[in-house]
């Protein structure tokens, strides 16, 4: 490596290097990282390739991450936007996620347009020290590299990256890119440190004592071979003490200034060390000569991170925190407009410093922050503010608000909402309906089913300390508690929506309109405002056209997307996969690529396609795991449950996942589980966790075609007959639409119809079943369903069976065998098992024998009897009864009822 002698070692790396560089200028740009621990010579390899850049005419840029916090956010992006003569994108005051998408797009314009012609090279030193948001534009750049000209070298120190959640999670989206390497440097070997050495006159045998003792770290070789001469032969065993050593030989009043300005920042400044220290200006340039003269500072800066580390470590506590002190003391004074940097030496000196200034300070750091999108930081600065100084409970408020805001725009959900929980206690506190009712706003769209988010409640409250009239807040509010509300129906809130919606319209504000639509969408979620809701998805695109939102264009191509769905118009909800892509890419959100996963799953499903919804669905889940709320993790998880039971695939479902079923979801999200287990074949784990689960009463209004669904799946196998009656009850009215949810599709489960067949093969109406069963196959084949057209064929071979009317046995055996090919063709091996059990049972060669009494009881089973009414018949107990119909079915190789009752015909 380079110890100002030349460049040893690192052969085989360098020519790495100039290879991507090479490739970088003809067109196909990429992403190197080169890891290590501190002073193994990552940035002097940078070098190395930097100069060979520029020998061959190809521009080069760097920037540097800085450890002080109060650098401000993109710092290293900010120096190689300088470096390269081009401005930075930040600044837009709009703060959305869409503004900072559209602010990473320029720059990454700009790094296209510096390298016309002859390639770029660009160079992002020290990246553990970057901040969340300039990470983010990292993995942003990185996602379209191949398609340019330019080749990005980073440099990092894998030592550090331990607790830095940023870093981490920013390594592990880059280790996805096709245009990334890695390049990992240990120490030289013995031979190149002797090499090295020899080259100023050190002799082999101290240079072989020297490779021992450094471990061929280069920085440490370079150390060491300084003290050479000077130490004997007593060269340091520790990697702090051969720094400090070096900074032993400097004077006590050097040593004093190097310490202060190591705490104070990378750059030496001599102007406000003189002010910090109190000392004369020109006794400070002295001792920086001093220290220049020591190769401890170059040109204004520390030689090395390592020396300012080690110089600031031995400065007390009490000098350090006083030295923030009067730091912040001096910017205010000097430059007032470096915020950030005032609010870190604020912050820095406390206990000491000035506490009600540091958190002002602090506070207008998180507000600018906050403008240029630096959504991570901002949340931080909010809440050390708040720790900062005692505070009001209208600043708590005003600070937990936007501190909340900050972790939601950056996908922090669960996280922001907490915060805005305690947002909404200091408002309560400080008595302020307007900061109420913002908290609330905040909160919506973040509504589930398990009940956890409270923004309905807040608005409610905040509304009863609100004067009436059409003011933008109330209509927002007003709309914000209807949509809550519409998740259990009921006429407050068609009331609330439709008054909402109509002040929306009198005003004729666009975000006003958003948020009324929005609730309106919600209560009219049930089954029977699916046309409704269809044009609401017109209303809210159009309005996202005209002002050019994403946001807005997001949320009215999802409604479309479900509502299509619903309507079993598959081929044209198909067609809203492509704009949903197109504005998750725009948007560059977790949650909305979230949304266009699930709804590329759901259609996947509906189609067959199950490796592709489960690769998906890895994806969504991926997203918010660990980071979202549980509702957003819980989709997932219920939809990978739901393939594991049409394929048989039970890998598909840990028992972590399975866990947040039992413990966290709502009790109708215990009835799909059931269900799904049903259709796996685990009859007696379905029974035992459908006995338990407690359907809501009424269920939740989007969810009223999947639970009612499910109820007769399940109410049909195990009982009783009123409960498959109920819910046949609320399918009825909706026999032409699919199963699926009616805010947020997660899963289509083919034609209702198909469940109106099961419910009358349940109470014996043999010949209504047939005529459904007939219509489902009609419109799941029309619809392009293929997993639940052969479900409902072989519904209806399984009821021809039990007919028995002359050609039903042949048809049924037909229906049968039809099944089986497509189970197997689409991998739905519990579906294939059922159809080959019930070929062989229409043809009589189902093994057996059962006993008399196995087969009374399977008698009953065929009429249609539940076990409780099978018990009262043959004076036995229910459970009794339960057990003779679990011996049926692993005699007859079964796994539901309605097999026993085909065999039963089959065989009478």
């Not at 202060?260 to 004369?280: E, F, I, K």
């Amino acid at each position: 490596m380079e110890l100002g002698r030349g460049f040893v070692g690192r052969t085989g790396e360098l020519e790495l290097l100039r290879a991507r560089l090479e490739e970088a200028r003809a067109g196909r740009g990429g992403l190197v990282l080169v890891v290590g621990e501190p002073g193994i010579g990552k940035t002097s390899l940078a070098r190395e390739l930097a100069g060979h850049a520029e020998r061959e005419g190809v521009p080069v840029g760097w920037g540097r991450a800085n450890d002080d916090e109060g650098s401000p956010p993109y710092w290293v992006f900010r120096q190689l936007a300088r470096a390269l003569g081009r401005p930075f994108p930040t600044g837009d005051t709009g703060g959305s996620a869409e503004a900072r998408f559209a602010a990473f797009e320029a720059f990454a314009d700009g790094l296209r347009e510096a390298a016309v012609p002859h390639g770029l090279l660009a160079v992002l030193d020290d990246l553990q020290w970057a901040d969340a948001a300039s990470l983010a534009l990292l993995v942003h750049l990185a996602r379209d590299l191949d398609r340019a000209p330019v080749l990005v070298v980073v440099t990092y120190r894998d030592t550090e990256a331990t607790g830095r959640e940023a870093l981490t999670a920013a390594l592990a989206a880059l280790a996805r890119e096709p245009v990334l390497t890695r390049i990992r440097l240990a120490g030289l070997t013995e031979a190149e440190v002797v090499e090295q050495l020899g080259r100023g006159g050190v002799s082999p045998e101290v240079a072989t004592l020297v490779s021992r003792r450094s471990g061929g770290n280069p920085f440490f070789v370079a150390e060491l071979a300084q003290l050479v001469g000077t130490a004997g032969d007593a060269l340091p065993d520790g990697v702090v003490d051969t720094v400090r050593a070096r900074l032993a030989r400097l004077g006590e009043p050097c040593r004093e200034l190097v310490a202060t300005a190591a705490v104070l920042g990378r750059d030496v400044d001599p102007a406000a060390l003189a002010d910090v220290l109190g000392r004369p200006a020109a006794d400070v340039l002295t001792d920086l000569d001093e220290a220049t003269d020591a190769g401890i500072v170059i040109a204004g800066s520390f030689k090395h991170d390592l020396i300012r580390e080690s110089a600031a470590a031995g400065l007390p506590t009490a000098a350090r925190l006083a030295a923030h002190a009067r730091m912040a003391a001096w910017l205010e004074r000097r430059d007032p407009a470096r915020i950030s940097e005032i609010a870190h030496h604020w912050l820095e000196s406390l206990p000491v410093g000035d506490a009600t200034s540091a958190a002002s300070w602090a506070e207008r750091a998180g507000d600018q922050a906050l403008a240029q999108l630096a959504w991570e930081r901002a949340a931080e600065l909010y809440r050390r503010a708040l720790e900062a100084a005692p505070a009001s409970a209208a600043d708590r408020a005003r600070l937990r608000l936007r501190e909340g805001i900050a972790h939601l725009r950056g996908g922090e959900i669960e996280r922001g909402s907490r915060v805005l929980e305690a947002a909404a206690d200091a408002a309560r506190e400080a008595g302020d309906p307007a900061v109420l009712g913002e908290t609330a706003l905040a909160m919506e769209g973040l509504s589930d089913p398990w009940g956890s988010f409270n923004g309905a409640k807040i608005a409610r409250e905040a509304l009863a300390g609100l004067p009436p009239g059409d003011d933008p807040l109330r209509a927002r509010l007003l709309a914000l508690h209807a949509g809550e509300a519409g998740f259990l129906g009921g006429e407050e809130a068609e009331k609330a929506s439709a008054e909402a919606l109509a002040i929306a319209e009198r005003l004729g504000d666009p975000d006003v309109l958003c948020s009324a639509l929005r609730a309106r969408q919600m209560v009219r979620s049930a089954p029977g405002g699916v046309h409704e809701r269809l044009s609401l998805a017109h209303r809210m695109i159009a309005l996202g056209e005209d002002r050019d939102d994403a946001d807005v264009l997001l949320w009215g191509r999802l409604w479309q997307f479900d509502a299509l769905l619903m309507l079993g118009r598959l081929g044209e909800a198909e067609h809203e996969l492509g704009a949903l892509r197109l504005l998750a890419e725009r948007l560059r959100r977790p949650l909305a690529r979230w949304h266009h996963l699930r709804s590329s799953a759901t259609l996947a499903i509906a189609r067959g396609q199950f490796d592709e919804a489960v690769d998906a669905l890895r994806q969504s889940f991926a997203l918010v795991a660990d980071r979202a709320h549980m509702s957003l993790q819980g989709v997932p998880i219920t939809v990978l449950a739901s393939i594991a039971g049409l394929t048989g695939r039970a890998d598909l479902v840990t028992p972590e996942m399975e866990r947040i079923f039992a413990e966290n979801a709502p009790p109708f999200v215990g009835l799909l589980h059931a269900a799904w287990l049903l259709q796996a074949g685990d009859r007696a784990r379905a029974g035992e966790l459908y006995r338990r689960a407690s359907v809501p009463a009424p269920a939740p209004v989007p969810a009223t075609l999947p639970v009612a669904a499910v109820a007769v799946e399940l109410g049909a196998e195990f009982g009783p007959p009123e409960a498959v009656e109920r819910a046949a009850a609320l399918l009825r009215p909706h026999a032409g639409l699919f199963v699926t949810g009616g805010a947020g599709s997660i899963l289509v489960t083919g034609s209702v119809r198909r469940y109106l067949g099961l419910a009358a093969a349940s109470a014996g109406r043999l010949d209504e079943a047939v005529r459904e069963f007939r219509l489902a196959v009609a419109a799941n084949d029309e619809a392009g369903t293929p997993p639940f057209a052969a479900l409902a064929r072989f519904g209806l071979a399984e009821v021809l069976a039990r007919r028995a009317r002359p050609g039903d046995a042949g048809e049924a055996l037909g229906l049968a065998a039809s099944v089986a090919a497509a189970a197997d063709r689409l991998g739905m091996a519990p579906l294939r098992r059922d159809a080959d059990a019930l070929a062989a049972a229409l043809r009589g060669d189902t093994p057996g024998p059962l006993t008399r009494r196995e087969r009374e009881v399977a008698a009953h089973v065929a009429d249609g009897l539940t076990n409780k009414q099978i018990a009262a018949l043959l004076h036995i107990s229910e459970r009794t009864a339960e057990s003779h119909v679990q011996h049926i079915l692993t005699k007859l190789g079964f796994t539901n009822r309605a097999q026993i009752a085909t065999w039963t015909t089959a065989n009478a």
